[in-house]
């Protein structure tokens, strides 16, 4: 009874995710002797989530034995392909492929139609979609996702959907493919999903969101994706993701100093993993330092994200330009254009190699790239590439000499990048908008425009921008009523609004205690102690 009593409470954790314990108590009964097939799945599970890969794939080889000996060809099959699933997804591919190999070679011999033979399919279609044919992958995900659907396997559904989806958003099919991914995530919040495929399903779906510029997803996917970590505090995979993530999509809201310190707790939890994530962990601290004028902090991170498998362009050829060297700058990106034939990636050079081509005085090279862009920003429906090829499109009139139409293409780019809450972006299409007045004989115009750019630069710590933009304005910008900084005229703003704390947290992509402490803060600086009274000196202050 005891050693029973043993396993039911291995088994409990599991269920439980509770990963350390799981692996604890799995290792101990296994030592006894008493684990059978299934419960060596669980310990290859459970290792996988603590980041012990050897040890999860020799729990999946005795998992595939045992199976072999019990006669069970379906379970073996599936044993060899998960097998395969977490050494392939780790970079081991020699041998994930050889695990896969066993896996169809069973399955063929047996004349199977189960979920393993689908689930191979599956992996055999990723490996294509991983070496760029999204177009030759994309029907083997469909012939997956038919049969485990009618054989109703969760985690193959999930993954063969997560697969057609990649391959419909770099096929230039985006809604199709994110409404798969909307699929996807109900199932791995709701469903009886392996962790091995929830984790790469929130890693996969977020990257594919970041690529093709949909926002409000890639949000609403790392929120998810946090919550998910943080119920399982020994997991080990996918956490440093999450922080990468997270970085990410708080540095597009001007939480600069939140980003890095999601970046950097990104690369301390990466570092002994090693792999691409750390890499991207790297090229956001580059990002953040390049943005604040730190130029050699920034290339010391690009040359790290580089070592690291992370493509550095186009951070590093705007580090570059921001050094003074066009040529260099123009040559850099250039070259990562020349060798980039995806419309997604495209479009995440286009934009910094039409702001090199400027510097450099190649009125023509720019119009180019702006034309592109504004042709992939209407093929794929996001915000945020319609902003980016809107502000390109009105930079470029602007050197052309027509700052008439400038102000029109700027204007509306603002309005997104407010909608987006992208203060950086904003004030960068502000400052081009000053331009445009001024060009029009608009001064008064173009000062207050100046001043609105310089002191969201000034808050956020755009040190280079800043500097810009002062060479254009003529007067120091205003500062905010109460000495108020950019973020609490935010959160002052959703205030006044009537939103609760949580709202705005969840508006501004912030914790509720980090919102509370904001809101102190602001009650303090303008002299009130109620939400009315702060509301009422936001309108009184033409802050709304």
Known sequence: MRRMGALDSANAAYAEKRWAEAFTQLTDAESRGELTATDLEHLAVASHCLGKNDESTDAWSRAYNAYLQDGDIEHAALAAAWCSFGLLTRGEFALGSGWLSRAQTLCEEHNHDGPATWFILGQTAAGIMMSGDFATALPMFEKAQRNVDRLRDPSGMA?????????????????????LLDDVMVAVTNDDIS???????FCAAIETCHEVLDVRRAQEWTAALTRWCDEQPTLVPYRGDCLVHRAEILALHGAWPEAQDQAERARDWLTDIQGMTLGSAYYQLGELHRLRGEYAHAETAYKQASQHGHETQPGLGLLRLAQGHVDSATAAIRRALDETSDVIPRAHLLGAYAEVALAAADIAAARASADELTAIAAQIDAPLLTAKAL??????????GDPRMALGVLRQAWIIWQDLDAPYDGARARALIGQACRALDDGDTAEMEFDAARWVFQELGAATDLAA??????????????????????????????????????????????????LSNIFTKINVSSRSAATAYAFNHDLV
Do not use: W, Y
């Open 159 to 179: 993954l063969s959907r997560l697969g057609r989806g990649q391959c419909l958003a770099h096929l230039g099919r985006a809604p199709e493919g994110l409404s």
């Open 469 to 518: 933009v002062a060479k254009l304005a003529q007067r120091e910008p205003p500062a905010a009523p109460g000495g108020l900084s950019l973020r609490e005229v935010q959160v002052l703003r959703l205030v006044a609004a009537g939103k609760t704390n949580r709202t705005i947290a969840g508006d501004l992509f912030l914790s509720e205690k980090t919102v509370e402490r904001h």
């Open 391 to 400: 502000h390109v499109h009105g930079a470029v009139a602007l050197a052309e």
């Open 195 to 201: 962790p091995m495929v929830a984790g790469l399903a």
